[in-house]
């Protein structure tokens, strides 16, 4: 009876549980969930404002330029910019040490576009005017107001020299403007190369005369840089500018 009882026991009794470590399991593996980030804009801007209200925060900077506020009937004195800009001739001051100045008017001073920076000189010419901004410490833009908007020339400065390699049109809706950019030893190595005379009077008719005196490109762009200092039509600058830019692809 006992012996009976003791096999039944033995037979009930659950043998001893296995043991398995953690990789023995197929237990499912913990997701990872990335959180979704937006793509980081590296571009650089630069913001855009109005003529008028830029002006207004500038002139004193300029020794050439004086705003004029006049107080007109049915004149928006925000909608037209009135200035007295030095007109650079010989002639003696006044009495008071004035220099020769005449009057230009701007209208629609409020939508024209103009970059929201500090400028380095501005110059007002019949057809327009020019900015120079010194935007980095290797890269200026000059800026120049026509009648439908702002042109941005982008330059490497090497060696003192505003050397153009890129130009952008701003139109009055535009609220900013992306820098372009582009390696200054590249514009460099371009500079020391032989000039294409050839090429260079296609281009350009006026270096005819002088075109024999150019061994390498510097020789020739400094020379139309010279050029366009004496020059007071926009789109002779212009011109100038896309002249030195084809000429240093």
Known sequence: ??????ELVKD???????IFSEAD??????EVTE???APVDTRQL???TSLSSWFEANAERFDNINQVKVAIRGVDAEKTLIMAVSDGSEEPADEEGNDKRNLRVYENADTHPVLDLVPGSMDVYNNGFRILYNYSEGV?????????GL??????VIDGSMIPYAITRVKRKDDEIEVSSKDASEVSAKLAAAVDGESLQLRYKQSTKSVADFST???AVDWLLARQDEITDINHHLQIDNIIIDTLV
């Not at 042109?151 to 490497?156: E, H, P, Y």
């Open 1 to 6: 009876m006992n012996d009976n009882l003791s």
């Open 12 to 18: 009930q009794t659950e043998p001893n549980p296995a």
């Open 25 to 30: 399991l197929d237990l499912p593996a913990d």
């Open 35 to 37: 959180e979704a980030t």
């Open 46 to 48: 630069i913001p855009i």
């Open 140 to 148: 200026a833009i000059k800026c120049y107001g026509i009648r439908t």
């Open 151 to 156: 042109i941005a020339v982008f330059c490497n």
């Open 217 to 219: 490109n510097k020789d």
